[in-house]
């Protein structure tokens, strides 16, 4: 589904990526770790194609089309789908309304999304004005859930967040990955499983607090822009654990 | 300020008959009249005031507790209004004061009962139809105690390529306890010049919110309100939404000066221009303590043209609390690429955006008014201009 090759990303005259490749299939959920500063929220950034973050080599394929100088429009249209981590405000424009244009065309019932996700007192509010860390989390998940893509981005979705809401979010970003999430369908429960899901996710996490809601398959540890140490999210999770993440230098070697 | 030609406009002879029913009119003239806020099959309403030209043509109230009365009228009934007329604005200001003084058309005098917590708006609209009208205006407004009131004032012009003059002063007297929201549609047109002068008072406890919206091109706006805030706990907020297609020039701001304890004055502008150009002036002057000010202006750039934020911060005493935000540019890029993210190509984006700036939602503006507003937003939305 998404294909990273030798991707090489710049912001101004800095590189923050040198050379990833990185594949992700089909209903495939993979988890990246890395120290602070590291370059993952600019890899999810270049992913959506974000202009500050300039591609100097490789290429990123998703779904069979190399996107790795589409618009952001375009990617999101293909299917990619981006939770962020501080999104701005943007004033007299209500979050309703926002959520019925992430349909792109195809109807969205905001109200049945919204009450998943706890915030129907939130839509007549402007987008992100006040909200909090937790409500920011929630309203983005509203709308991905509105946008139903093929391939979500998340840039650590427990910063910031209380346990009961941990919960939330967790149950809610594993139905984005099951693809349970039909906003314009009227499918029964059971008729969207049998569907099943070739939604792929791609997740950032320091705590990992995020496994206990999700079937992660893969896990990649970035490291000073390079990618090292392939394993099962929860073994990565337990080395870094004991040993930090000096341990990587020597896996790159 | 450009200088004006008072030559250009007739200020004599431009008399109109009354009209009655204000229902009878025809749908032109109400569409005209709703744009400037003024719906005339409103149930809604606790009185209206319709001035065309140098005529009072209807005046009414529907609600007992407030009066509106035709200025000349008031000025018979009440002795020359001797604690309002010209208490607050100086006659000899400048020389639309003067004309204003010297050769008085009409305008409004809306007082409410003691006490009184009218709920509907009274709607007041200052109308140009003969070419080349010069029109002289005073308002006067009284909020008496611990009453509330809403008015919505509307001006316009019969056409856009009308030329004409509109000089009007207001005076507004917000007493202990008393709240008015008066919310100011303007609709004039690309030969109109307007100078309104206002200046208002209000008392311990008393709330002045003051709304203005400008959306249309218009020749040339200057005017600078000033509020005193004189009775502890004062408040008044200002919140303006402009647009300066190419041609207009819009110079205009809030003045509050506080002058008593625990007093707040919020001056909160959004702007944006087409190609013309926009003036943002803001002056909070804090002379007690403790009291708070707040002044905001965000501009945006769609295409040409200047706007000028100019806001002014006066503290004359320890302890006076003022800040100040003001951003003037273009729209961020953050924000657009946000949207697009959800899927929106830049110009949905940029659309959407300019859509949300010109938001007038939280003015609570009656549904018929709110309609004509967005239906001008998307107007301007669609218009090659942005
Ligand atoms: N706009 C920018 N200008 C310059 N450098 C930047 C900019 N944005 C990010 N960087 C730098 O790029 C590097 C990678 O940052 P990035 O935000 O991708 O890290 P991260 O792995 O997400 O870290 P964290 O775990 O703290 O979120 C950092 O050194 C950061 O300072
Ligand atoms: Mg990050």
């Not at chain 1, 906003?183 to 990992?208: A, Y």
């Not at chain 2, 946000?338 to 984006?349: H, K, N, Q, T």
Request: contains cysteine.
């Amino acid at each position: 589904m998404l294909k990273i090759e030798d991707l090489h990303v710049s912001i101004g005259d800095k590189e923050v990526i040198k050379g990833l490749n990185l594949h992700i299939k089909e209903g495939e959920t993979f988890i990246l770790f890395g120290p602070n500063g590291s370059g993952k929220t600019s890899l999810l950034m270049t992913l959506m194609g974000f202009s500050n973050y300039t591609v100097t080599k490789g290429k990123i394929t998703f779904k069979g089309e190399d996107i790795t100088y589409a618009p952001i429009y375009e990617r999101a249209r293909l299917g990619v789908g981006m939770s962020f981590q501080r999104p701005p405000t943007i004033h007299g424009l209500k979050t309703r309304h926002l959520v019925e244009m992430c349909g792109n065309g195809s109807k969205v019932d905001v109200e049945r999304l919204a009450k998943k996700v706890n915030m129907e007192t939130f839509l007549d509010r402007d987008i992100n004005s006040g909200f909090s860390g937790g409500e920011i989390k929630r309203s983005e998940l509203l709308q991905l859930m509105a946008q139903n893509p093929g391939m979500v981005l998340f840039d650590e979705p427990e910063s910031g967040v209380d346990l009961e809401n941990m919960h939330l979010i967790g149950e809610m970003v594993r139905t984005l990955l099951d693809g349970e999430i039909r906003p314009n369908l009227d499918l029964s429960m059971k008729e969207q499983k049998e569907m099943g899901s070739s939604t792929c996710g791609l997740i950032i996490t320091h705590t990992g607090h995020i496994l206990d809601y999700i079937n992660a398959d893969r896990g990649q540890v970035l490291y000073n822009g390079h990618l090292c140490c392939e394993a099962r999210p929860r073994d990565i999770l337990e080395h870094i654990r004991k040993y930090g993440y000096q341990e990587c230098v020597k896996c790159l070697k | 300020m450009k200088k004006v030609d008072l030559n250009l406009y007739k200020f004599d002879g431009l008399e109109h008959d009354a009209v009655a029913d204000l229902t009878t009119l025809n749908a032109e003239d109400k569409e005209q009249l709703l744009m400037a806020g003024v719906d005339v099959d409103s149930e809604e309403t606790s009185g209206t005031f319709l001035q065309v030209d140098h005529s009072n043509v209807h005046c009414g109230s529907t609600n007992k507790d407030v009066e509106v009365m035709d200025i000349k009228k008031a000025l018979e009934k009440y002795d020359g209004l001797p604690d309002y007329y010209f208490k607050l604005v100086d006659k000899d200001k400048d020389e639309f004061t003067k004309s204003a003084a010297e050769n008085l058309h009409g305008g409004y005098f809306v007082r409410t009962k003691k006490g009184a917590k009218i709920k509907a708006p009274v709607q007041s609209c200052l109308f140009l139809k003969a070419e080349q009208s010069g029109q002289n205006i005073h308002n006067i407004v009284v909020v008496e105690e611990d009453s509330e009131l809403q008015i919505i004032t509307g001006c316009a012009a019969s056409h856009g390529k009308f030329t004409g003059a509109h000089f009007g002063i207001s005076e507004i007297y917000i007493k202990k306890g008393g709240k008015l929201t008066f919310t100011m549609v303007h609709n004039w047109g690309e030969n109109v010049t307007v100078r309104p002068r206002t200046v208002g008072v209000v008392e311990e406890g008393g709330v002045l919110l003051n709304n203005y919206v400008l959306l249309k091109k218009v020749k040339d706006v200057q005017s600078y309100p000033t509020i005193f805030l004189n009775g502890e706990g004062a408040v008044a907020r200002f919140n303006s939404v402009l647009v300066a297609p190419e041609g207009s020039h819009i110079d205009t701001g809030t003045r509050i000066i506080m002058n008593a304890p625990n007093t707040r004055g919020e001056i909160i502008s959004r702007t944006i221009t087409t190609g013309g150009t926009i003036i943002s002036r803001g002056h909070i002057q804090g002379n007690y303590a403790p009291a708070r000010g707040h002044l905001e202006c965000q501009g945006l750039l769609l295409g040409g043209g200047i706007i000028h934020a100019i806001p002014e911060l006066e503290a004359t005493v320890e302890g006076v609390e003022l800040s100040h935000e003001a951003a003037v540019g273009k729209i961020a890029q953050e924000e657009i690429e946000y949207l697009m993210a959800r899927g929106m190509d830049e110009e949905e984006a940029t659309s959407t955006i300019v859509r949300g700036f010109l938001n007038v939602d939280d003015m609570g503006l009656p549904k018929k008014l709110q309609i004509e507003i967005d239906k001008q937003i998307a107007e301007l939305d669609s218009s090659d201009a942005m």
